[in-house]
């Protein structure tokens, strides 16, 4: 909501728009009027984005996720820490960690508050909407096709 986000066919990664709570991953929260690029991701070959309101994420070739933008729902997957509020935000992109770390994810999808991960073995990991501040494992759906 507000931004914009773009994955070139070079897999660099663009965005534009509101700025406020860290959700273009460049460090500011100022508005940007033209697509840039963010920085930190440059380096990372990323294959697919996916984005809520107001926070994104980015799927690298190597199966890691990063996050970015309003975390006061834990929707990043990358924790809380001591900033769980409604100001709560990474504006930088910041790898998610815990259960997925040194797992292949292969997909990503965002909703408003929420995000969810599937590996490269079919399990399906969800986080946010004040639920889970970190990627958990949908146990249940571990034998559905």
């Known amino acids: 909501e507000y931004s ?22 460049n ?3 100022i508005d940007q009027l033209y697509l840039e690029p963010i920085e930190l991701l440059g380096a990372e070959d990323v294959t697919s984005i996916a984005c809520g309101h ?6 690298n070739s190597s199966g890691i996720v990063h996050a ?10 990358t924790g809380m820490g001591l900033a769980a509020d409604m100001y709560a935000m990474e504006s930088l992109p910041r790898p998610i960690e815990g259960l997925l770390e040194g ?9 408003h508050a929420h995000a969810a991960a599937v590996t490269n073995d ?3 990991f969800t986080w946010g ?3 889970t501040h970190e990627p958990k494992l949908e146990s249940s759906l571990l034998h559905a096709k």
């Open 27 to 29: 460090l500011e929260t």
């Open 103 to 111: 797992r292949t994810v292969v997909k990503i999808a965002a909703g």
């Open 54 to 59: 107001a926070f994104g994420l980015a799927l």
């Open 129 to 131: 909407m004040n639920y």
């Open 4 to 25: 914009t986000t773009v994955l070139t066919t070079e897999g660099e990664v663009l965005t534009c728009g509101a700025g406020s709570y860290g959700r273009l991953g």
């Open 68 to 77: 970015w933008g309003r975390n006061n729902e834990g929707q990043l997957g």
């Open 122 to 124: 079919g399990a399906l």
